[in-house]
C-alpha cells in the first residue's frame, strides 16, 4: 500500500482517507478522549468530514509535518490518529497520539511513539521534538517517559495547564 509511512511490529501508520470518516467521527466524539484534549469540542459529522478533508489535503504538501491514521497491522482496523504539527506560538514541532479507549494501556501509544521520533529524526531531520500532556492525564505522561521525552515541567499552553516533554536529536538512539 503506497500510503504507508511507518510500519512497526502491531501497527501501520498511514495517510487518512474518507474511508476513515466514521472511525475519525468516532474518535472525535469519544467522552473519554476528549476528556484529555484541552479546548476541545463535540464535532458534528461535517465538522469531522472538513477536518478530515483538510488533513488529507496537506499530504500535497511535503513537508512531512502531517496527522496520519493508525491502524493494527494484523487486521488493518483503524484505531486512532498520530503525527506532527508545527506549533508556531512555540516554534516548536509537537507529537500527537490520539487512540480509541479500547485499546489504551496496550502499548500501542508507546509503540507508535518511538516510530514518530524515529521517523522525525531520521526521516524528517528534525533537531527537537515536544510533547505535551494534561497532568492528570498520567498514562500518558508514562508513554512518553517511556518512548524517552524529557520531562520539562509544566506551564500554560493556550489556556491549559500542560506537562511538556522533550526530545532532542543528539541524545536520541534509535
Not at 495517510?15 to 469519544?30: P, S
Not at 489535503?57 to 487486521?75: A, D, Q
Request: proline share 2%; charged share 25%; net charge neutral.
Amino acid at each position: 500500500m503506497n500510503n504507508e509511512i511507518i510500519i512497526t511490529e502491531r501497527l501501520i501508520i498511514r495517510e487518512l482517507t474518507i474511508g476513515d470518516l466514521i472511525d475519525f467521527y468516532k474518535l472525535e466524539n469519544d467522552p473519554q478522549v476528549r476528556k484529555y484534549i484541552p479546548n476541545m469540542y463535540r464535532s458534528t459529522f461535517n465538522e469531522c468530514r472538513d477536518n478530515l478533508r483538510k488533513h488529507i489535503n496537506k499530504y500535497s504538501y511535503n513537508s512531512g509535518l502531517h496527522t496520519w491514521g493508525v491502524v493494527l497491522e494484523e487486521n488493518k482496523e483503524f484505531i486512532g490518529i498520530t503525527g506532527y504539527r508545527y506549533l508556531k506560538d512555540l516554534n516548536a514541532v509537537e507529537i500527537g497520539i490520539r487512540l480509541l479507549p479500547d485499546y489504551w494501556s496496550k502499548g500501542y501509544a508507546t509503540e507508535s511513539g518511538k516510530a514518530l521520533l524515529t521517523y522525525g529524526f531520521t526521516e524528517l531531520g528534525l533537531k527537537e521534538i515536544i510533547a505535551m500532556a494534561l497532568p492528570e492525564n498520567k498514562k500518558s505522561m508514562k508513554s512518553l517517559e517511556n518512548i524517552g521525552m524529557e520531562f520539562e515541567g509544566y506551564g500554560y499552553f493556550r489556556g491549559s495547564l500542560v506537562a511538556y516533554f522533550k526530545k532532542e536529536r543528539y541524545n536520541f538512539i534509535c
